[in-house]
């Protein structure tokens, strides 16, 4: 069956580190994959899409890579920041654009000043 | 420029009663879904609109749970009667036509069967 791994366990680091998330998947072949941030009551926020045909892809302190061989792709925030503590959730779509999304069940990111 | 909003915000209720959840999509977008998440489980998506039509209704768990979105606007998520299993945080999300790969959430409605 289709599964999305994310590191269950929370992630803590020093300010002005770089965090990286992972997001390992099996029996799946997404056309894109997408990185969500959810805060504590609120519904996850967009961040980043990478396609199947794109290794990496920045976003001012974010990026993402996407290795369709090892069904992996690494989130890194760089110069982390405490605002940056949330939960960062995996997401991949099948089909492109068609949004029957399979998420992850999320990594818990705590930046400690 | 408002975002999707939800409404309750939370609700209590026991098992057997009626629930219903609502949805208001930002304004313009024809894709609007409904996904849930289970306590210690994923995101997981249940149905897929665009304006009025149900595009994709695989992920509702059974016939318990209705989906409505009249006129295009709006959407409703009815669960009757609900059980216990049905707890969880209902998210709706909604999209323009054409740009489907990023998603725009409400906050969830945090629904608690006793």
């Known amino acids: 069956s289709q599964k999305i791994e994310q590191n269950s366990e929370a992630l803590n680091i020093q300010e002005g580190k770089t965090a990286t998330l992972t997001c390992n998947y099996t029996n799946y072949s997404p056309a894109y994959l997408q990185w969500y941030r959810q805060d504590p009551g609120r519904g996850p926020v967009f961040l980043l899409l990478?396609?199947?045909?794109?290794k990496e892809k920045r976003k001012e302190r974010l990026k993402v890579t996407f290795d369709t061989t090892l069904k992996q792709s690494l989130f890194h925030i760089t110069a982390s920041q405490p605002a940056d503590s949330a939960t960062y959730l995996c997401a991949l779509d099948p089909k492109g654009g068609y949004q029957k999304v399979t998420f992850g069940t999320g990594t818990k990111l705590q930046v400690i000043p | 420029e408002a975002g999707v909003t939800q409404f309750p915000s939370h609700s209590v209720i026991e098992k057997g009663q009626t629930v219903t959840l609502r949805c208001d999509p930002i304004?313009?977008?024809?894709?609007l879904y409904w996904y849930r998440r289970v306590m210690g489980k994923e995101i997981k998506f249940l149905l897929h609109f665009v304006k009025e039509s149900k595009q994709d209704e695989s992920g509702m768990p059974n016939n318990r749970f209705l989906a409505e979105r009249t006129g295009g606007t709006y959407s409703t998520l009815k669960v009757q009667p609900a059980e216990l299993e049905d707890s969880g945080v209902y998210f709706c999300?909604?999209?323009?036509?054409?740009?489907?790969?990023?998603?725009?959430f409400g906050s969830g409605t945090q629904l608690s069967v006793l």
């Open positions: 999300a909604s999209s323009p036509l054409g740009t489907e790969e990023k998603l725009f």
């Open positions: 990478i396609r199947e045909n794109e």
């Open positions: 304004s313009g977008h024809d894709n």
